[in-house]
């Protein structure tokens, strides 16, 4: 599958933005979708996934209560809702997706390119 993410942008602190990731091929809903992120000279870190179905999620702590991950099969997408956004969320945005696994445990297999999100203070 292939995966291309948009949405990013520039928003001021407190405010919101909403991630999509279109995916490319039929199977698209026999995968377990993710986002992550990737701070200005930080490794890459796991934001929130998604089952195949939509019916289980999981966030790191860090955005728990503030994020909102879904996803619209009959649209091969996959959003990611960030709202009360904080000058350290300002990160590349990358979708990823993997055919194995649950959404706490297994590598992705596929990723799309990053978007950027800027949080000013």
């Known amino acids: 599958v292939q995966l291309q993410a948009s949405g990013g942008g520039l928003v001021q602190a407190g405010g919101s933005l909403r991630l999509s990731c279109v995916a490319s091929?039929?199977?698209?809903?026999?995968?377990?979708m993710g986002w992550f992120r990737q701070a200005p000279g930080k490794g890459r870190t796991f934001v929130a996934a998604?089952?195949?179905?939509?019916?289980?999620?999981y966030y790191t702590d860090s955005v728990k209560g503030r994020f909102t991950i879904s996803r619209d099969n009959a649209k091969t997408t996959v959003y990611l809702q960030m709202n009360s956004l904080k000058p350290e969320d300002t990160a590349v945005y990358y979708c990823?997706?993997?055919?194995?696994?649950?959404?706490?445990?297994?590598?992705?297999?596929?990723w799309g390119q990053g978007t950027l999100v800027t949080v000013s203070s």
């Open positions: 990823a997706a993997k055919s194995r696994g649950t959404v706490l445990v297994g590598s992705y297999d596929n």
């Open positions: 091929g039929r199977t698209f809903s026999s995968y377990i």
């Open positions: 998604i089952s195949q179905r939509g019916d289980t999620t």
